[in-house]
């Protein structure tokens, strides 16, 4: 999607002078936006990326509404001074206030109404004075001591901070005043090539827990799911450049300081051959200890680290990134300032070494315009939330800029000639539609100087290209043919598809049968159940045209007896008490699994984390897929090894008694990892990095859900059939004691237990393997046209049973009998016909359109004589039997007026009436 870059309204020129953009003062307004250009309701790559310190409008910049330390709620600071506020929304997007009642704009500031409905903290939620009774000086969170010793900063661990902020969209037409980051295409020209040329390219991130992803919203799996500014530059870049041949290794490690372990680098970095490496440390080198190392120390550990890549991978080249600023009350943002200047100095003693450097923007930010330190960070203390990782990947994004567009157009242009090779294509009359292509991608790029804009036009082009050249010569095409037979309605046709190169067409068109649907009176097809929607299917007898009706799902479902389950918010669980389950090598993890709020909670995962919790095995909710992915955290920033759809998609937003097994299941000697969901394999994949030896299964899971039937085992088994391996721990969770069990070897947890389900409702606890027992439930009587069956419901897993098929009555489908004229249709509304099945008990509707009369022809108002036309007749008969003659009239033909009766008026309408058509 493409979005405005208004400068003014007349376009007048910009310059870049001193580190300011100064522009023309005409006011910009939403009215220059689209509705899909203001819209800022969900996480888009391409708003998130548009360079703040480009254009009039800012998406979601957030804002902590909080109280200053006088207790005043004064107006907040924004990155502009805003001319028109579009939104304020909760930082999940999922609340939008509104202006007036719950803020107002003030001055370029946002002030917020202490009547509204938009909770302030205050001041003392983030900054308390003092810590609570029974905290040591000693511990780490939540409270941290300020560096002077007076007061205390709070430290989160998850969401509780970041959910309190606010989103503001807004219009402005100030000038950017912090410096904006310049182009290291001189400096990194590798990797600016590949990235123009769209060849592949690996990018591997190197860092602490910031680059994992710690703490954007996607990595607390929150809306808006926001990606850490690794994915997110990653995915811009493709975007950016239409270069979907980028590759993105994460390999930060979270704790971790710039100091050089020559391990680390072989397995992190130049074991993955990359192009580039972002090299981002500082966060925790600037903060260890209160004080941080020393500059000297942070410089000889990144030229180590540097001068080790240029060693390996000669042609490698390596962005520097500072780090954003920790607390400024707890740790020195001297330190922080001394080793992002640093990283300057850095580079220039190096060829193929850039620096993008974000810390510079937000200390302006924080020091010259006012925004607050926490609207960077999502825990208040060392990471960011979407803000500050979208700084960071703005400025990485601008770090990569092509700095000549009119020889990159140049360039795109005669990549994609060359690829066509219009000449080349004279004899099978391609080459003036390919030139056609070409030439208009020209024209539409000639004035566009923003590279994404550039290569949505390019990618565009490449597509119908791609089609052109794919296409055979007509005389070769391998066709397909389907006939798609005529209904009452539609038109039939003959759809060709070549198998060859997928062209496509319509012929040999059949009218329409004509006249109404005959539909019949509605079959079950899909019965409802505790678990699903049933259906209802009406079906033409003369065409088969169906239309469908939903039947809401059943509530109230049954209660097993005594059968418990677990029941938890937010799980990071681990079987520490186990010790090594896996210690031949291979091993499996088996849950039954039943998520309850993860839609509305942001729940992306559940899964098995092995490899030392380097790999995971587990299923994304949010995109309905199973995944291997690497990543050294809970989920924040993984990079996919493999993925496979599967749908776990809930019922009406809900996911209650949609019960899974998810098994992983891993072998040490092959190095292979599958996954099975119901006992069926959904993905097997093998990597030498996929082991279990000496190691530990770990469940985790943020959100609200169900858990039971937990085994964990070592050796070969076979989650089809259950059977095979070495079962180490296993816990029903039918009792307190297996409860009890089961937490004592899953004791290293953030998971809340919010009760255990003494009789649960409905649970299924998977499809594990079993025969079913099954009550009678429903008959599904056969038709002339369908089979019919019986239904039974299988007492253990709720499941919808079907036997004792029988084929349908008859082969030719339907023979319908005794019409009947159930409704007679009139000017203003329809009628029906009803008829009945003469060999089985289906009964038929076939609608009278209004209109028309009972025998098909349309019903001309004023044709009261049903000659087929208005002449003088009509008007002699009218008269006659407005006069008392003994002669019917339909009150559709002779009604002209509508009221439902015939009266003298209708005469006199009649008259004008041909009159008027008589001229």
């Not at 992002?340 to 974000?358: R, S």
């Not at 937003?653 to 119901?678: L, M, Q």
Request: hydrophobic share 35%; with cysteine; glycine share 8%.
């Amino acid at each position: 999607m493409k979005i405005k870059k208004i400068i003014s309204l007349v376009l007048a020129m910009a310059t870049i002078s001193g580190g300011l953009v100064n522009s023309s003062t005409a006011a910009v307004t939403s009215k220059d936006y689209s509705k899909e250009e203001l819209d800022s309701s969900s996480y888009d790559v391409r708003k998130y990326t548009d360079y703040f310190w480009e254009g009039n409008i800012v998406y979601n910049e957030i804002v902590f509404p909080i109280r200053d330390s006088s207790g005043k709620l004064k107006p907040f600071e924004l990155m502009y001074d805003a001319t028109e506020i579009i939104s304020v929304k909760s930082y999940r997007l999922d609340v939008t206030y509104q202006e007036g009642e719950d803020y107002l704009l003030l001055d370029g500031d946002l002030y917020i109404r202490p009547a509204g409905t938009i909770p302030v903290q205050p001041y003392s939620f983030i900054h308390p004075a003092t810590a609570p009774n029974g905290y040591g000086a000693d511990e780490f969170s939540p409270y941290y001591p300020h560096a002077d010793g007076v007061g205390y900063e709070y430290w989160t661990g998850g969401q509780d901070v970041c959910e309190k902020a606010l989103a503001v969209t807004y219009i402005h037409n100030d000038t950017w005043k912090a410096p904006i980051p310049e182009s290291q295409e001189s400096r990194l020209p590798g990797i600016m090539k590949k990235l123009m040329n769209r060849e592949a390219a690996t990018i591997v991130v190197a860092g602490d827990s910031v680059s994992t992803g710690a703490m954007g919203s996607g990595f607390l799996g929150m809306p808006p799911f926001a990606d850490a500014y690794p994915e997110m530059t990653a995915n811009a870049l493709r975007e950016k450049f239409g270069n979907v041949n980028i590759k993105l290794v994460n390999s930060a490690i979270g704790g971790t300081m710039s100091h050089f372990d020559e391990t680390k680098m072989n397995n992190t970095i130049i074991n993955h051959s990359p192009d580039l490496v972002i090299i981002n440390f500082g966060m925790n080198d600037s903060s260890c200890d209160r004080v941080g190392i020393p500059g000297e120390e942070f410089k000889a550990n990144i030229k180590q680290q540097i001068d080790y890549i240029k060693e390996k991978l000669p042609t490698c080249e390596v962005l520097l990134v500072s780090s954003l600023y920790g607390n400024r009350y707890t740790f020195p943002a001297e330190r922080y300032e001394e080793h992002a200047a640093l990283l300057h100095v850095i580079a220039d003693e190096y060829e193929g070494v850039g620096v993008a450097d974000p810390q510079k923007i937000e200390k302006y930010l924080i020091e010259e315009t006012g925004k607050d330190f926490v609207d960077f960070m999502a825990d208040n203390m060392v990471h960011p939330g979407d803000l500050g990782m979208r700084l960071m990947t703005q400025t990485i994004l601008a770090a990569l800029d092509v700095g000549d567009i009119p020889a990159y157009r140049k360039l795109l242009i005669d990549q994609m000639t060359k690829y066509a090779d219009p000449d080349n294509h004279i004899d099978d009359g391609k080459k003036d539609e390919l030139l056609d292509i070409i030439d208009k991608a020209r024209d539409d790029i000639a004035d566009i100087d923003i590279e994404w804009d550039i290569n949505e036009i390019i990618t565009e082009a490449y597509e119908k290209l791609d089609f052109i050249l794919g296409r055979c010569a007509f005389e070769d095409h391998v066709f397909k043919h389907t006939i798609i037979d005529p209904t009452c309605k539609e038109d039939g046709f003959v759809h060709s598809i070549c198998e060859i190169c997928g062209y496509e067409y319509d012929h040999d068109f059949m009218n329409a049968l004509g006249g109404e649907h005959i539909m019949d009176n509605g079959r079950l097809t899909t019965s409802p159940t505790y678990k699903i929607s049933g259906i209802k299917t009406y079906t033409c007898a003369k065409c088969g045209y169906e239309e469908y009706e939903s039947i809401p799902m059943y509530s109230d479902p049954p209660v097993l007896e005594n059968k418990g389950m677990l029941h938890i918010n937010n799980s990071y669980n681990y079987m520490e008490g186990q010790g090594r389950p896996y210690a031949d090598g291979s091993g499996f993890v088996e849950f039954d699994f039943c998520p309850l709020s993860i839609d509305v909670d942001g729940t992306p995962y559940v899964g098995v984390w092995f490899t030392r919790y380097a790999v995971t095995a587990c299923y994304n909710f949010r995109k309905q897929q199973v995944e291997i992915i690497e990543t050294s955290l809970p989920y924040g920033a993984g990079s996919p090894f493999i993925t496979a759809k599967y749908d776990w998609a809930p019922d009406n937003g809900e996911y209650d008694y949609n019960w899974k097994k998810f098994t992983v299941k891993i072998s040490g000697a092959t190095h292979t990892v599958e996954i099975y969901i119901d006992g069926e394999l959904i993905l097997s994949d093998t990597n030498p990095l996929y082991t279990a030896t000496n190691e530990v299964p770990l469940v985790y899971s943020v959100g609200e859900y169900y858990m039971d039937n937990v085994k964990v085992g070592s050796g070969d088994y076979d989650p089809a059939t259950g059977t095979g391996g070495t079962i180490l721990g296993s816990w029903d969770l039918d009792s307190e004691e297996s409860l009890n069990s089961f937490w004592n070897k899953w004791g290293n947890s953030y998971s809340k237990i919010t009760y255990v389900h003494p009789d649960a409702a409905n649970v299924s606890t998977g499809k594990s393997i079993h025969s079913h027992v099954a009550s009678y439930y429903n008959t599904v009587e056969k038709t002339c046209a369908q089979s019919g069956y019986q239904e039974f419901i299988c007492d253990i897993c709720s499941e919808l049973v079907r036997l004792n098929h029988k084929a349908p009555s008859e082969e030719n489908g339907h023979k319908l009998i005794n019409k009947h004229l159930m409704l007679a249709p009139t000017a203003q509304t329809s009628g029906r016909f009803s008829y009945e099945c003469e060999h089985c008990f289906m009964t038929f509707i076939e609608k009278i359109p209004m209109g028309y009369g009972v025998d098909g022809m349309p019903v001309i108002i004023g044709d009261v004589n049903v000659n087929g036309k208005i002449d003088v007749s009509d008007i002699i008969y009218l008269k006659r039997f407005l006069a008392g003659a003994e002669i019917s009239i339909d009150i559709n033909r002779g009604d002209l007026n509508a009221d439902g009766k015939i009266t003298a008026v209708d005469c006199t309408l009649l008259q004008r009436k041909f009159v008027g058509s008589a001229a």
